[in-house]
């Protein structure tokens, strides 16, 4: 990086003395033309290093005017936009998105939860960023929250026999690129239980050049939409997508497999 910068930084320099030069040695009363010229471009390092000479750029400020004359100064601000264009291009840490999903997969048995969300994370930056750690957090409406880690990848969003589980691993995504997976969150039965209603969902992550946990994504939950809780299933997360007997159905068996909890279900 910092060699990078300073072979743009000395570019920079040669145009800033091939532009100015000419003026610079206008100011000291020397030639501007012929071999005289020639021979003071040989001379140049010299006159930069200030080896018992003047400087090109000392020259420039002894002019009548007492200011950079105006090819220097489209010559610094050249440097300045190519400095500043190397940092946009490639050196700046940019922002992950994620966008809200359309479906979801959901189950809760006395055995546990699970909630399958496919997401996709686009990385707004040149570097890339590296995802340590996912959580599914629902929002409750006196103050608390449930949280539901990271428990595997999967291929899809539908649950098949095919469908292998993957224990969750740091992955990454590359600059001005996206990375689409399928996250499935739970917990054991029978911390949570959840009812038949939209759930205020959120997703965060652990970023690699973070300390803390941060939120990547607030959405609705439709897990009102659930018509089968018993089974592992894909749902629309648009609302109203199911008929009034198929809710009254849901949620009979939600309330049976709370009731089979006890004071513990939340």
Known sequence: MVVVVSQIYMAGLRVLVATGHRSALSGLGRPTDGPELRESWLRLPGWIKNEGRP??????????????????VVAMCALLFTIASF???????????????????????????????????????????VVQ????????????SITLPWRTTRDRIRPEKDDDPRLPSVFVVAG??????????????????????????????KLGHKRRWG???AFPLQIGNVTSPATYIAYSNES????????????????NLRSSAGPTAT
């Open 55 to 72: 400087s090109v750029l000392a020259a420039t400020n002894t002019n009548s005017a007492g200011a950079l004359p105006p090819a220097v």
């Open 87 to 129: 940092w946009w291009l490639n050196a700046r840490q940019g922002a992950l998105k994620s966008y809200s999903p359309h479906s979801f997969a959901a189950v809760a048995t006395r055995s546990k939860t699970l909630i399958r969300i496919p997401l996709v994370f686009y990385n707004t930056g040149p570097k890339p960023i």
């Open 133 to 144: 750690n996912l959580r599914l957090t629902f929002k409750g409406g006196a103050g608390d």
């Open 176 to 205: 001005r690129s996206a990375v689409q997976i399928f996250v499935e969150f739970g917990v054991e039965f029978p911390h949570f239980i959840p009812e038949h209603r939209k759930y205020d969902a959120m997703i965060e992550c």
């Open 215 to 217: 939120q990547l994504l």
């Open 240 to 255: 109203d997508q199911i008929s009034e007997h198929e809710r009254e159905k849901a949620v009979a068996v939600l309330e």
